[in-house]
């Protein structure tokens, strides 16, 4: 049987990464009302981040340290590592305040320091040095975390503009769209499409059904064509980009004519 990743995909890396962003970002919020971080969670993405660093990986196929230019996935390859990494650290802090912390605490409430062995002085101080670096290093490092993810999201933006012609990857967005109406809460695809396309959401919905098209699905390319006739009316002259707006939506009329 061959390797899963030898059939990966940009489509595959772009969604993976949406899905493992969205649930960091959610448990970062949870972090900032809570101030704990739920470790089965953290592992869980752990584990999701350590296949996509693979799958980039893949991807890229060649040692970076080897290439003459670094490409937009070269550095996206290099940032998802950085991430996995922190996140190793992260999951350590949380692993030490979790499960070691408590018995630090008995130990202290029932040692008293002074008819203690050296030795055993020597464990507490160091304990005590073990819990101090995770209670301080957990928030800088989710806040760390958060600002890394942020920037790969950034990234992941010009990657899919950089392959806007990959109509797997096209598809993939629109059949997902729920994914990244939860990364981008305050627009969600529309929001994506408008750093993508200068035609924003007209045009992206227009470049799916291109794809729908082209692979067959007849039916889904008639209602993405009816939806853009259907945004037809909320474009308003004057806009960024609206005779550029204007020109796909005739261009859907068309098409759903045809259809």
């Known amino acids: 049987m061959k390797d899963s990743k ?3 995909t940009i489509a ?14 959610e448990e970062f919020e949870n972090f900032k009302k809570e101030k704990k971080c739920n470790f089965k969670r953290i ?11 693979n799958t980039t990986h893949f991807i890229c196929r060649e040692d970076i340290s ?5 490409t937009e996935i070269d550095l996206y390859d290099l940032m998802i590592s950085s991430i996995f990494h922190e996140l190793l650290h992260l999951k350590e802090y949380i692993y030490i305040l979790d499960k070691y912390e408590p018995s630090y605490l008995l130990l202290e409430k029932r040692f008293d320091d002074k008819k203690l062995d050296e030795f055993k002085k020597r464990f507490l101080e160091h304990s005590r040095e073990i819990v101090g670096e995770a209670r301080l290093g957990l928030p800088l490092k989710m806040q760390g975390i958060n600002e890394l993810v942020d920037d790969s999201l950034i990234l992941l933006q010009q990657i899919i503009k950089i392959n806007s012609f990959d109509s797997q990857l096209i598809r993939t967005l629109y059949v997902c769209r729920e994914i990244i109406d939860r990364v981008y809460p305050n627009g969600g695809l ?8 200068k035609g924003g959401l007209v045009e992206g919905y227009f470049s799916v ?12 390319a008639r209602e993405i064509f009816q939806k853009i006739l259907d945004l037809s009316s909320k474009l308003k002259e ?4 609206y005779k550029i707006k204007l020109d796909y939506v005739e261009r859907a009329r068309l098409e759903l004519t045809n259809l």
Request: charged letters at 35%; one cysteine or more.
């Open 209 to 220: 059904a291109e794809s729908f098209i082209k692979s067959g699905f007849r039916q889904e």
């Open 66 to 70: 080897q290439k003459k230019e670094i």
């Open 43 to 53: 592992d869980k993405l752990e584990k999701d981040l350590y296949n996509l660093k």
């Open 238 to 241: 004057g806009e960024d980009n």
């Open 12 to 25: 595959d890396i772009v969604i993976d990464s949406f899905k493992i962003f969205c649930g960091f970002k």
């Open 190 to 197: 529309e929001y994506l499409y408008n750093r993508i396309y």
């Open 6 to 8: 030898t059939f990966a």
